[in-house]
């Protein structure tokens, strides 16, 4: 599956972006979409994540409350509301596909998109 992620902009603090994620080349519907984020000099690190069907989502303490993952299988995408955002919310956020029962771990995405970056301004 091929995956193009875009959205990313510079915004300011405690503004909102939505990232979109379209895939193409398999059946959406039979993975697990999630997004990762690479902040410079840091590892990449787990975001968010959604179930086949969209029933469970699973995120990173860190933007819980603030981030909100969704998918919409009939337009093969999944994206990524952020609100309240942070100035340690910058970085290049990417979007991976993963197989049955894939959750936070990067080895777990097989699919990956090419990254966009967020940059927020404080």
């Known amino acids: 599956v091929q995956l193009q992620a875009s959205g990313g902009g510079l915004v300011r603090t405690g503004d909102s972006l939505t990232l979109s994620c379209a895939a193409s080349?398999?059946?959406?519907?039979?993975?697990?979409m999630a997004w990762f984020r690479q902040a410079p000099g840091k590892e990449r690190e787990f975001v968010a994540a959604?179930?086949?069907?969209?029933?469970?989502?699973y995120y990173a303490d860190s933007v819980k409350g603030r981030f909100t993952i969704s998918r919409d299988n009939a337009k093969n995408t999944n994206y990524l509301q952020m609100d309240k955002l942070k100035p340690e919310d910058t970085a290049i956020y990417y979007c991976?596909?993963?197989?049955?029962?894939?959750?936070?771990?990067?080895?777990?995405?097989?699919?990956w998109g090419q990254g966009t970056q967020v940059t927020v301004s404080s």
């Open positions: 991976a596909a993963g197989g049955y029962g894939a959750t936070n771990h990067q080895g777990q995405y097989a699919y």
């Open positions: 080349g398999r059946t959406f519907v039979n993975y697990v």
């Open positions: 959604i179930s086949w069907g969209g029933s469970s989502t």
